[in-house]
């Protein structure tokens, strides 16, 4: 394996590890654990703040900050710190190794432009008080990462000469619907949670007791507010909630059913069984946590592992999109 595959694996590596964290840091409520950036009160650790911190907590024994936080929030940073380097480093190496990497320098350069809009989407997390909208976007932010190096991992492994795969044209229009079907559900499974919404339905498979509850979906979908406000600046109101707990919901049928017959069509054709087996594992996995976490009151380990395994079911779809187009 050349220092470039070894690169990318390690950054492809991490970039889950940093979903994953940055799932855990949100639903843990640590996004203000530090209320400034880079920093934690303008030093480089909690320890280092930690008369800041004690400061803060006696002034509001109840806030977002503690140590217990403050250390989430920045572990995460440090994480995703170590990933810009890694891409940085990806990018400079095929540009000075181009000739010998031959996949062309786009999907390097988009991938360095997209961690630096990814860092810039971390602090206005902070800065903007954990405004939907942008908490939303750098979580999705982190999946389009985590995608991209995954295909420049599949892509430089495949020039390698030992993963090419049979042409099958007629599932390429198939896994590429799948690739947009999940990505709409995990854009909406990030609206839910940043929204802090996963419980406004807290019953299942009926939404408090009806198919159809009241719901404001203006309210909901209003993507420029802040947490927990109207655009006008009133209390967001339950219905706006369920709005988007429902549409989440209904989604994740659509998805469901989709995704089941990608599998059943790739269970019939030579060579896609592993990859259907996979999908169709990955898919029942999420399924049943996002049902746990409704009948169990979303218990952070099942929230965490929601999150991870839509990365997952991801880059599964993003496996099997590179995979339908080589020849």
């Not at 394996?1 to 949100?26: Q, S």
């Not at 079907?181 to 854009?187: E, F, G, R």
Request: charged share 10%.
């Amino acid at each position: 394996m050349t220092t470039y595959r070894k690169l990318i694996l390690a950054a492809l590596i991490l970039a889950f590890g940093v979903v994953a964290l940055g799932a855990y840091v949100r639903l843990s409520d640590a996004g203000l654990g530090c209320p400034d950036w880079p920093g934690c009160y303008g030093k480089l650790t909690p320890h280092n703040a930690a008369d800041a911190i004690d400061a803060e907590l006696v002034a509001r024994p109840g806030g977002p900050v503690s140590h217990a936080k403050a250390w989430k929030e920045m572990v995460h940073r440090y994480f995703a710190g170590t990933l810009g380097l890694l891409v940085l480093a990806i990018a400079i190496w095929a540009w000075r190794e181009r000739r010998e990497t031959r996949g062309g320098l786009g999907l390097p350069l988009l991938l360095l432009g997209l961690i630096v809009f990814q860092a810039m989407l971390g602090m206005w997390t902070v800065t903007l008080l954990l405004k939907p909208l942008i908490v939303s976007s750098h979580l999705l932010g982190g999946m389009a990462t985590l995608s991209l190096l995954l295909w420049l991992w599949l892509r430089e492994r495949g020039r390698s000469g030992h993963a090419y795969y049979a042409s099958s044209d007629h599932l390429r229009g198939g896994a590429l619907l799948g690739l947009v079907l999940v990505a709409v559900q995990i854009a909406l499974g990030g609206w839910v949670s940043t929204n802090y919404a996963a419980l406004a339905c807290p019953d299942f498979p009926l939404c408090h007791g009806a198919w159809m509850p009241p719901m404001n979906f203006e309210q909901g979908f209003t993507l420029h507010r802040n947490l927990g406000e109207t655009a006008t600046g009133d209390l967001l109101p339950l219905t706006a909630l369920t709005a988007i707990h429902w549409t989440h919901r209904v989604m994740a049928l659509v998805v469901t059913l989709y995704l089941s017959w990608l599998v059943l069509r790739l269970m019939r054709s030579p060579g896609y069984i592993g990859i259907g087996l996979a999908i169709g594992g990955l898919l029942i996995l999420q399924v049943t946590l996002g049902i746990s976490n409704v009948m169990l009151s979303l218990p952070l380990a099942v929230a965490v592992a929601h999150n991870a395994g839509a990365a997952l079911l991801l880059s599964s779809l993003v496996v099997l999109n590179d995979r339908v187009r080589r020849r």
